[in-house]
């Protein structure tokens, strides 16, 4: 009898990594889509998040550093992403989500960003204007990005971006397109 | 390019929106006769002016409530569900 063997996990970038092995001059682009994540939401899901021991952004659109690592974003008032080490996330996964709260499948295509050339690509394909955000406040922004939904966190030297997996192909392979023209 | 504000996410082009139809009231299902209902299902009044509509934020798939001008095609204010304009 075979033994039963698990999955073994692909990121929905995989293929378009794979196509793209250059990188274009200025832009670095790295495939997080495999960290390990969370999501939920609804009324309860904050009071929930904090009970199980995570600091909570206190506005929309903020997000706020693990202390193990990751992050955990707010995505308007009741939606909340949280991204780090496998122990946080295990531990999330585990804990029964009390009525009042959904837990949101988050098979995202997670990219990280960074280079000179970021700014210049992200007036290209995005509608924020980026260099206008103060990164103290810690924003969150969901936007569209060559026509992707996606959620981004910018940061001083590098940018998350999280979409759709279904969608993240096409996003990577036109990001690297556009960096590369 | 036509700018909308979400009360989440701020002002952002219209392209990031979807329009959702009128904000209407819907009759008691249980009391209302069939003209009532079928009125209610089908038939819209199309007169230009200023509308309650709701509209959604596609990339956050925040729904709120705008008052927009169909007439001149001005968005006058949006607000989420449930708080005050």
Redo the contacts between chains.
């Keep these: 009898m075979n033994a039963f063997t698990a999955p073994v996990p692909v990121s929905p970038l995989a293929e378009a990594v794979a196509a793209t092995r250059t990188q274009p001059v200025g832009v670095s682009f790295v495939d997080h889509s495999l960290n390990p994540r969370f999501g939920c939401k609804g009324k309860a899901a904050a009071a929930w998040l904090s009970g199980l021991g995570l600091a909570i952004p206190a506005g929309?659109?903020r997000w706020l550093p693990l202390p193990e690592g990751g992050l955990i974003a707010r995505?308007?008032?009741t939606e909340f992403l949280v991204e780090g080490s496998a122990a946080v996330v295990e531990r999330l996964h585990g804990s029964a989500a009390p009525a009042g709260v959904a837990v949101v499948l988050r098979q995202d295509a997670a990219i990280e960003l960074s280079g000179s050339g970021l700014p210049c690509l992200l007036l290209q394909t995005c509608?924020?204007n980026f260099a206008a955000l103060n990164l103290a406040e810690s924003p969150v922004?969901?936007?569209?990005m060559a026509g992707v939904?996606?959620?981004v966190i910018p940061g001083a030297g590098s940018y998350r971006i999280w979409c759709d997996g279904t969608y993240g192909a096409a996003l990577w392979e036109t990001l690297h397109e556009v960096a590369a023209g | 390019m036509k700018i909308m504000t979400c009360p989440?996410?701020g002002s952002?082009?219209v392209?990031?929106f979807a329009y959702w139809g009128a904000v209407r009231d819907m009759p008691d299902p249980k009391a209302a006769s069939d003209t009532e209902w079928a009125d209610y299902v089908f038939n819209r009044d199309n007169a230009p002016g200023v509308k309650k509509e709701w509209w959604c934020?596609?990339?956050?798939n925040?729904w709120f409530i705008a008052e927009r001008d169909t007439e001149k095609d001005v968005v006058i204010n949006t607000w989420l569900y449930g708080e005050n304009p």
Excluded at chain 1, 141 to 144: E, F, H, R
């Design positions: 929309a659109n995505l308007g008032n509608n924020v922004v969901l936007t569209s939904g996606v959620t | 989440i996410n952002r082009p392209s990031e934020h596609t990339p956050s925040t």
